[in-house]
């Protein structure tokens, strides 16, 4: 069973352009979550998605950021007119159900995406 | 109210050595702890997690306690090894009505184990 798959790994812009990260949930998991990472900090919760549906974007720039999960295909975090404070690490995380209790609840982690933007 | 602080920031034991690293929290809603482990140009991977119904949790070189009267909560490294160094996360999150929320994570903590 692969694990959350991400892509690009790495992904260099220019100011001003749109960046596009994707992120594959585990199989079977409808719970997707984004998390950004800056240097030498903690990740920081974005937005939270199930199928189709947004569940959370309190954490999410009211400006310029978008997600969608919809009924097929992957998971996509959306930046447009990207700035340099936007260089950071992505890590897309999903979960079988949301957190209530057993191992089953557990959120696993893609190996991010590492966005640049010059 | 949503901060979870984790220290140290860093910490360097000798191989055998038990490393231990903090976190508190503020909300009391709060109701799931987990751990994560984090290497260099990885994601970050689960180690342990408990709930406030318990005081302590182990799986096998790992240990969290719990004390849920201070809102603290840490994680004890056994016979520690090289291969252990990596950045350490503590994280906390609570039930929204029967759907668990999004994980507040501690800023972490880089563990260097000296052979």
Redesign the interface.
Known sequence: NAG?MQNPRHLVRRRGQEARLRCSPMKGHSHV?W?RQLP??????MV?LQKENI??ES?MPKERFSAEFPKEGPSILRIQQVVRGDSAAY?CASSLR????GST????????TRLTVL | QQQVK?SPQSLIVQKGGIPIINCAYENTAFD?F?W?QQFP??????LI?I?PDVSEKKEGRFTISFNKSAKQFSLHIMDSQPGDSATY?CAA?R?YG???????????TKLSVKP
Not at chain 1, 98 to 101: D, I, M
Not at chain 1, 105 to 112: C, I, L, S
Not at chain 2, 41 to 46: H, Q, S
């Open positions: 959350v979550y998390y030498e900090e903690g990740l920081k919760f939270y569940i959370d954490g890590f949301p957190l209530a209790g609840d557990t959120q696993y982690f893609g190996p991010g | 984790q799931y987990p994560y140009g990885k994601g970050p991977a689960l997690a709930r996360f999150s039930n029967g759907s668990q929320g999004n994980l507040i994570f501690g800023k972490g």
